[in-house]
């Protein structure tokens, strides 16, 4: 964190306002001999860009309003925060348009940007001001977390629900700040999904890229192609059950994450990663035989038929079919690991399939081998080496990306949260080795792919990759303790974050785990309080 920028002022006007505090405003400074749980204006994840502490704090009571204004996206994240809070404090909460005092939610030209904001908060109430509903979004998270962990609990609690007095100004680092959830080695429900997306709004992160088909697993309905989900999805590794996501569920799905200020990122994985395709439809191979569904962990085996005709209908009716699904700008098509596929194929039907994606729309993503393609203009990589990676593979991206292609850094060694934390994890991968809380926290995207220039970098993406999670709490086992600090990678500036400040504010997190029913790991090296 930078140093506050605590001046005499402030210190004055504190010390004013806490002696008039103590006479005059009993309603909103802590009641005396209440237990003080006014959490320091600092403990926030990800670590703010500015944080100015000073003033009395604001106590939400039950005469407290929301003010929103007139626009109806500011009046949704006003609805959002209300629906966070009635329930613990058992307060109504009205969200009304005008008003004085209460809470704030203001929309305003300004140095904020698209998702930035500032939170100003003082005796007679608290405003958080934005250019962009996103940035009160945000700018809600960051009130929630200033508030006692009782707040997330669903019944009512006693309080007192108090903010610290003082002003954060943040604004994120990289506009990417992902995390990836492989529905297609084992399938997740829409209301598992759900509780992920509402997880990664908490640490203000903003795209949801869902890895929709794999060699184990089809998990979406595509009208033109109905065996694919049907036949497709019908099971999943080590044979369960599958499932897939009907047009209604995905929309939801949408919805949901758009409600949260996320972006869905579908991909559907090509050439490779297509046995449950191939499964569905014999004509897709390249011999016309359908091989049997596949439950098992390898990868590599499996290609689309590049020299037919009938791959091509197929990739567009997809295409076509998820692009009209998804409002958000991207489809990724994959790429990784078509170890079945030649080189000339694989560049062959990236050349081919680019275009069909632009066509309908939308901006292509791939894994990072598509850069041994060409990647279309405008297209995103997905980096997912390791630091040890070979120097030629890192030069073949960077190349790339002093060519325009945008980066989105998910180097396995540090952001996978399906390697294992140590030895002893009993979930998880570990071919890129054991992944650590620091080692996922402790890395900087900028200068990360020697000879990429830091322009190209868009932001950092935390796939969590499914062959050995099975529901909710396997996900937040692997994802909790790690993913707040990708998130704190992907918006703090690196001047702002450090690990031995971080893992205080990491530790700080465990009670509001807690309360929200996220079972995590309890990690060497972070001071968390007892259990
Ligand atoms: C690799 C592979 C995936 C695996 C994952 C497991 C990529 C991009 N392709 O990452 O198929 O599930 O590792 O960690």
Redesign the pocket.
Known sequence: MRPHRSTLRLLGSLLLATALGASLTGATAPRPGATDTTSPLDRIIPAPSSVTPGGTPYRITDRTRIHVGESREARQVGEYLAGLLRPSTGYRLPVTARGTGGIRLRLAKGPYGEEGYRLDSGRDGITITAGRPAGLFHGVQTLRQLLPAAVEHDTVQSGPWTVPGGTVEDSPRYAWRGAML?VS?HFFSVAEVKRYIDQLALYKLNKLHLHLS?DQGWRIAIDSWPRLATYGGSTEVGGGPGGHYTKDDYREIVRYAASRHLEVVPEIDLPG?TNAALASYAELNCDGVAPPLYTGTE?GFSSLCVPKEITYDFVEDVVREIAALTPGRYLHIGG??AHSTSHEDYVRFMDRVQPVVAEYGKQVIG?HQLTGATPAEGALV?Y?GLDGTDAAEKEQVAAAARNGTGLILSP?DRV?L??KYDASTPLG?N??GYVDVRRSYDWDPAGYLPGAPDSAVRGVEA?L?S?TLEDSGHIEYMAFPRLPGVAEVGWSAAGDRGWEGYRERLAAQAERWGVLGIGFHRAAGVPWPSA
């Open positions: 492989d080695r794999d990663h990868v990784d690991e894994w997905q997912w396995a996978y399906d390697m991968l071919w890129a796939p990759w062959e």
